[in-house]
């Protein structure tokens, strides 16, 4: 079964400390991994997307890494913002045709403190 | 715009009506894609359009639950005698190429 799984489910810390987001996946065939950022009442915002060949991917002070062998991956932010607080969504992309190929993790809900 | 729209962004109901929800893509973005979101929960797939070609209904979780889509343009997405299992986030994505999505902000809808 497709599945995407994603931790911690919410994590709270201190405004320039770093992070780590989990995100595992059974997904198969594979075909690439996005990262989306969804601040409240809006729709997600990718950050990144890595395809089988790429192990790291960075967007300013958000860095990707992915593990297709072990089908894992992480989101690690740096420097943290308080705009950085929001959902953050792990989807990967099943190599076949069609738009339900795409399965997507709950999310981690960050929320940065002053 | 510059952007995906939807409208409303707040649709409060009661159960048994029928609601109406639309998108507006981005210009010259073929593949158009609903979701919806349940409170705490993941996105979950409905419906999916690409360019001309027949539509991939296989998310609908109901024959309650249909959408059109004009040409390469706007889309509604119909929810006829709502159910309060109904009230969650309608997201709507377009895409140019099969890699990025860009998410339209979601109708809140609540069913009472």
């Known amino acids: 079964k497709n599945q995407v799984e994603q931790s911690p489910q919410s994590l709270i810390i201190l405004e320039g400390k770093n992070c780590t987001l989990q995100?595992?996946?059974?997904?198969?065939?594979?075909?690439?991994l996005r990262w989306y950022k969804q601040d409240t009442g809006r729709g997600p915002v990718s950050l990144t997307i890595?395809?089988?060949?790429?192990n790291t991917k960075s967007n300013g002070r958000y860095t990707a890494t992915l593990d297709a062998d072990t089908k894992q991956s992480s989101l690690h932010i740096t420097a943290s913002q308080l705009s950085d607080s929001a959902s953050y969504i792990c989807?990967?992309?099943?190599?076949?045709?069609?738009?339900?190929?795409?399965?997507f993790g709950t999310g981690t809900r960050l929320t940065v403190i002053p | 715009g510059a952007g995906v729209s939807q409208s409303p962004s707040n649709k409060v109901t009661e159960k048994g009506k029928d609601v109406e929800l639309r998108c507006d893509p981005i210009?010259?973005?073929?593949?158009l894609y609903w979701y919806r979101q349940r409170l705490g929960q993941g996105l979950e797939f409905l419906i999916y359009?690409?360019?001309?070609?027949?539509?991939?209904k296989s998310g609908l979780p109901s024959d309650r639950f249909s959408a059109e889509r004009t040409g390469e343009s706007v889309s509604t997405l119909t929810i006829q005698r709502t159910q309060q299992e109904d009230s969650a986030v309608y997201l709507c994505?377009?895409?140019?190429?099969?890699?990025?999505?860009?998410f339209g902000p979601g109708t809140r809808l609540t069913v009472l």
């Open positions: 989807v990967v992309s099943a190599a076949y045709r069609g738009a339900n190929n795409l399965f």
């Open positions: 210009s010259g973005h073929t593949a």
């Open positions: 994505a377009s895409s140019r190429t099969l890699l990025t999505q860009y």
């Open positions: 890595m395809t089988f060949s790429e």
């Open positions: 995100c595992n996946y059974t997904v198969s065939p594979f075909s690439n």
């Open positions: 359009f690409q360019g001309n070609s027949a539509p991939d």
